[in-house]
């Protein structure tokens, strides 16, 4: 059975940092690309992150450019997301996904909540201003 599992959340300061890590199990994703989704109290799931299935190739929303960072290791079949300079408007439940199809898209498709075919339950960040 295939999962994905989110750890690293918490409460953190305004300004604080945290690493987020996204374990799947059940089958390897090397070969796939990656997401980070978050979704706050009232309002719609948003793209947050992406990775391709190399590593090289990330994207990022604008609301967090320059302050989170993408990265994986295939080799733990892990995905993490840096967090750092975090502002309360970051405050999420944050999600990361898995996406089964092969190479050959933009990013505008990766950064569709329908073009990944697994998710992760979500772990709670909290941020306090």
């Known amino acids: 059975q295939v999962q994905l599992e989110e750890s690293g959340g918490g409460l953190v300061q305004a300004g604080g940092s945290l690493r987020l890590s996204c374990a799947a199990s059940?089958?390897?994703?090397?070969?796939?690309?990656m997401g980070w989704f978050r979704q706050a109290p009232g309002k719609e799931r948003e793209f947050v992150a992406s990775i391709r299935s190399s590593g090289g190739v990330t994207d990022y929303a604008d609301s967090v450019k320059g302050r989170f960072t993408i990265s994986r290791d295939n080799a733990k079949n892990t995905v993490y997301l840096q967090m750092s300079s975090l502002k309360p408007e970051d405050t999420a439940v944050y999600y990361c996904?898995?996406?089964?199809?092969?190479?050959?898209?933009?990013?505008?498709?990766?950064?569709?909540?329908?073009?990944?075919?697994?998710w992760g339950r979500g772990t709670q960040v909290t941020v306090s201003s």
């Open positions: 059940g089958r390897t994703f090397s070969n796939n690309a």
């Open positions: 996904a898995a996406d089964l199809g092969g190479p050959g898209y933009g990013d505008n498709y990766y950064r569709q909540a329908r073009t990944y075919d697994y």
